[in-house]
């Protein structure tokens, strides 16, 4: 199968790595330094929890042409680079297009494709459950081939799904099929946003979480808030027991993120600060939407706005 995989940053090269290792004809799209390294070295992995590092040769291409075919694409970057991509992905004459990471507005960039693509275009949603960061000219992973994704279209079921299947057949990467994507996609937000907002220093860098009390009991209850916020915009929490935990479970939830504040795998899940200030902006949009009060919200964002 011809697949293009359009970003090689840490979560396209391990997607990447994936589909080549399942058998596809994959491509990757990169630029600069990047391309450069994936040409003479292919995806170069290493796998932190399983002790090795893997290298697959991939085709490489800096850019996506109007007349370019290919069975899927994979767009993996962050949600801040969405909106540059879009007209180039509507231009193209390939139909089958899964926009994967973080995303407040999925809604909308469906439309967009729709309305402005010459061709029918078929739209899914995803989210590569994994994590990493990079390191000199490879990847640090701590997903690896045994990972997920969690997919699904806006408007019933992908209709593309019988190729997403051939794609991911030969292996142990499972794609997690859901009813509302977007529901997902919006609660994932609350935890990523909320974490986040106190991962960065004055240089936009991340730092070592400090850990203390006052600051995880702000970071549970934003995200309460924040589920109080969805909840107001008529969207569930999904999965469920996200919800539990943060609104039922606090002292059990203040104790993980007291180790996880301790750890540094923090910093191999840690977003970006423009994709944190994008969610942001857009968080807020929902919030002046709804009108709903988040006193523990707006201390975080004081704090992370000071830093722009």
């Given at each position: 199968?011809?697949?293009?995989?359009?970003?090689?940053?840490?979560?396209?090269?391990?997607?990447?790595?994936?589909?080549?290792?399942?058998?596809?004809?994959?491509?990757?799209?990169?630029?600069?330094?990047?391309?450069?390294?994936?040409?003479?070295?292919?995806?170069?992995?290493?796998?932190?929890?399983?002790?090795?590092?893997t290298v697959d040769p991939v085709r490489v291409v800096r850019?996506?042409?109007?007349?370019?075919?290919?069975?899927?694409?994979?767009?993996?970057?962050?949600?801040?680079?969405?909106?540059?991509?879009?007209?180039?992905?509507?231009?193209?004459?390939?139909?089958?297009?899964?926009?994967?990471?973080?995303?407040?507005?999925?809604?909308?960039?469906?439309?967009?494709?729709?309305?402005?693509?010459?061709?029918?275009?078929?739209?899914?949603?995803?989210?590569?459950?994994?994590?990493?960061?990079?390191?000199?000219?490879?990847?640090?992973?701590?997903?690896?081939?045994?990972?997920?994704?969690?997919?699904?279209?806006?408007?019933?079921?992908?209709?593309?799904?019988?190729?997403?299947?051939?794609?991911?057949?030969?292996?142990?990467?499972?794609?997690?099929?859901?009813?509302?994507?977007?529901?997902?996609?919006?609660?994932?937000?609350?935890?990523?946003?909320?974490?986040?907002?106190?991962?960065?220093?004055?240089?936009?860098?991340?730092?070592?979480?400090?850990?203390?009390?006052?600051?995880?009991?702000?970071?549970?209850?934003?995200?309460?808030?924040?589920?109080?916020?969805?909840?107001?915009?008529?969207?569930?929490?999904?999965?469920?027991?996200?919800?539990?935990?943060?609104?039922?479970?606090?002292?059990?939830?203040?104790?993980l993120l007291k180790i996880y504040s301790l750890l540094p795998?923090?910093?191999?899940?840690?977003?970006?600060?423009?994709?944190?200030?994008?969610?942001?902006?857009?968080?807020?949009?929902?919030?002046?939407?709804?009108?709903?009060?988040?006193?523990?919200?707006?201390?975080?964002?004081?704090?992370?706005?000071?830093?722009?």
């Amino acid at each position: 199968m011809k697949i293009l995989v359009y970003g090689a940053g840490v979560l396209g090269s391990q997607l990447a790595q994936v589909l080549v290792r399942g058998g596809n004809d994959v491509t990757i799209l990169a630029r600069g330094k990047r391309a450069e390294e994936l040409e003479k070295d292919g995806i170069v992995i290493r796998h932190v929890f399983q002790f090795k590092t893997t290298v697959d040769p991939v085709r490489v291409v800096r850019t996506l042409e109007a007349n370019d075919q290919y069975d899927l694409i994979f767009v993996v970057m962050k949600y801040n680079d969405f909106p540059s991509v879009l007209p180039i992905l509507a231009e193209n004459q390939s139909n089958n297009i899964v926009i994967v990471g973080n995303n407040a507005d999925a809604r909308s960039m469906q439309t967009y494709l729709e309305e402005h693509s010459p061709r029918e275009k078929q739209v899914a949603f995803g989210f590569h459950v994994s994590g990493g960061r990079r390191d000199k000219d490879r990847m640090l992973s701590i997903g690896g081939g045994s990972a997920q994704m969690v997919i699904g279209s806006l408007d019933g079921e992908i209709g593309f799904k019988p190729l997403l299947d051939q794609a991911f057949q030969r292996v142990k990467y499972k794609l997690n099929y859901l009813s509302d994507i977007d529901a997902w996609l919006k609660s994932h937000i609350i935890p990523i946003l909320m974490l986040n907002a106190v991962s960065f220093n004055e240089q936009y860098e991340l730092k070592k979480l400090d850990g203390n009390k006052r600051q995880l009991v702000h970071m549970i209850e934003a995200m309460d808030e924040g589920i109080s916020v969805l909840e107001a915009m008529g969207i569930s929490v999904i999965p469920e027991i996200q919800g539990r935990l943060i609104r039922k479970h606090k002292r059990m939830l203040y104790l993980l993120l007291k180790i996880y504040s301790l750890l540094p795998m923090h910093k191999l899940l840690a977003g970006v600060f423009g994709e944190i200030e994008a969610l942001s902006d857009a968080f807020t949009n929902w919030k002046k939407t709804t009108g709903t009060p988040t006193p523990h919200w707006d201390v975080l964002k004081r704090d992370f706005t000071r830093l722009k």
